[in-house]
């Protein structure tokens, strides 16, 4: 039976500081390969247009080792989780296509996949160490930091993928499926006046590029501190002095901001905390990257990507819709999101929180935010340096959520940096 890490804790005698103890008999060591072949391996499946899909297909061997499993523990909280769970669940009697139920039970299938992947790392002991799962992650920011300069490499090159071939013709009729089987590297967009490449690879979306590179660098900084993660620290300062460029001329201002609130509130955590290392390096990347913008040509693709906010008004229409279809159908929303007459994207396609809001009502919203929340809150007492990194995760993604969607990527992300932190804030303990 599943207990809350508070509850074990309570059974133990220990104070609430230590937040997720496991019985005797839930020690048994967790198999690690299903962690590595979903995340560090997401490059290969990027080329293989199954990078959409193995977030959930990695889940099931996930699933059947706790299956097997005794006193699984779950964070306090997870009540909030459920919630949201049982309300995108009702979200599908709001479908109406064939097309709409494949993207519906494959978001499902996601948030079904980033909850067994949350309460698998959350339970991994020697099987699943911590720097293992880091290591994992930091292989994925390396390969978002090479994807963004592919891009200026390969520009917009498109191909369809092996796995398109085996999905039917019906089911890449919805936008999200047929995007996943025709992976490109690249959108070439003139939003300052002149042509620039927006990297994406390995992930299907700009935004998305921009979303993970900015919750995947402090997973490159984890790295830097934690030397069992067995990376060069010459290699990832080097990475992360390359990432500046790409992140730049991705024109991603929701990276710019995201990433730069969750170094700056890094650094305050860090400050008080009194760890001067930490709190060091952390200054010493903020005035790096400002640097780099500031005293290169960097500078004038930022002001005049600052300048032009064309897509601002689109937005705000999109997040309007998105709250009047919320209104009209309150408790499981409108399913998936629906096109427009304007000629605009998809409603509910751009932010996590106007989408949960619009696909699974006001009840999933309440849901979604409060397991966030309640997360954030319950991993912000961090004594080591890279649990409070993998905290500032989950403080970057709910930055992001007025303007990124989190599925597939940046959920499983998000959650497993919650797992993370958890088990470095115990373990330290």
Do not use: C
Not at 212 to 223: I, V
Request: charged share 10%; net charge positive.
């Amino acid at each position: 039976m599943a207990s809350t890490v508070e509850d074990l804790d309570r059974e133990k005698g220990v104070g609430s500081f230590r937040p997720d103890y496991v019985r005797p008999e839930a020690a048994s060591a967790l198999p690690m390969w299903p962690v590595t072949g979903m995340i560090a391996l997401m490059p290969l499946w990027f080329l293989f247009g199954m990078a959409g899909f193995t977030w959930v297909i990695f889940a099931l061997p996930m699933a059947a080792s706790l299956i097997r499993r005794r006193g699984i523990v779950v964070p306090k909280g997870f009540g909030w989780w459920l919630l949201f769970l049982v309300a995108a669940a009702g979200s599908v009697f709001s479908i109406d296509s064939v097309a709409r139920l494949a993207g519906w039970t494959l978001r499902y299938g996601y948030y079904v996949g980033a909850t067994i992947t949350l309460i698998y790392i959350l339970n991994g002991r020697a099987g699943l160490p911590s720097y293992g799962v880091i290591r994992s992650f930091t292989w994925l920011w390396f390969a978002t930091v090479v994807g963004g300069y592919l891009a200026f490499i390969v520009g917009d090159l498109s191909f369809l993928a092996p796995a398109g071939y085996l999905v039917p013709a019906v089911l890449r009729e919805n936008d999200l499926i047929n995007t996943l089987v025709t992976p490109s590297f690249a959108d070439i967009q003139d939003i300052i006046g002149f042509p620039v490449p927006r990297p994406k690879a390995p992930f299907p979306y700009t935004n998305s590029w921009g979303s993970m590179l900015a919750l995947l660098t402090p997973f490159g900084l984890m790295a830097l501190n934690e030397p069992r993660v067995g990376f060069s620290k010459n290699a990832v300062k080097i990475a992360l002095g390359a990432s500046v460029v790409p992140a730049v001329i991705s024109l991603n201002r929701g990276l710019w901001l995201s990433l730069g609130l969750g170094l700056i509130y890094a650094a305050f955590r860090f400050g008080v905390a009194g760890g001067s290392r930490a709190i060091r390096n952390s200054i010493i990347a903020v005035v790096f990257l400002v640097v780099s913008v500031v005293a290169t040509p960097l500078n004038g693709i930022v002001m005049s990507r600052l300048d032009n906010g064309h897509s601002d008004g689109d937005r705000t229409e999109l997040i309007l819709d998105a709250l009047e279809g919320a209104v009209e159908r309150p408790v499981f929303g409108w399913g998936a999101p629906r096109p427009n007459d304007r000629n605009l994207p998809s409603v509910g396609t751009h932010g996590q929180i106007w989408f949960v809001l619009f696909s699974h009502g006001f009840v999933g919203g309440i849901g979604y935010m409060g397991a966030l929340l309640s997360l954030a809150w319950r991993t912000r007492r961090q004594p080591t340096v890279s649990g409070m990194w993998a905290h500032v995760v989950l403080i970057i993604g709910m930055i992001q959520l007025p303007y990124y969607l989190h599925v597939p990527h940046q959920l499983f992300t998000m959650l497993a940096a919650a797992a993370l932190a958890i088990r470095l804030q115990n373990d330290a303990a």
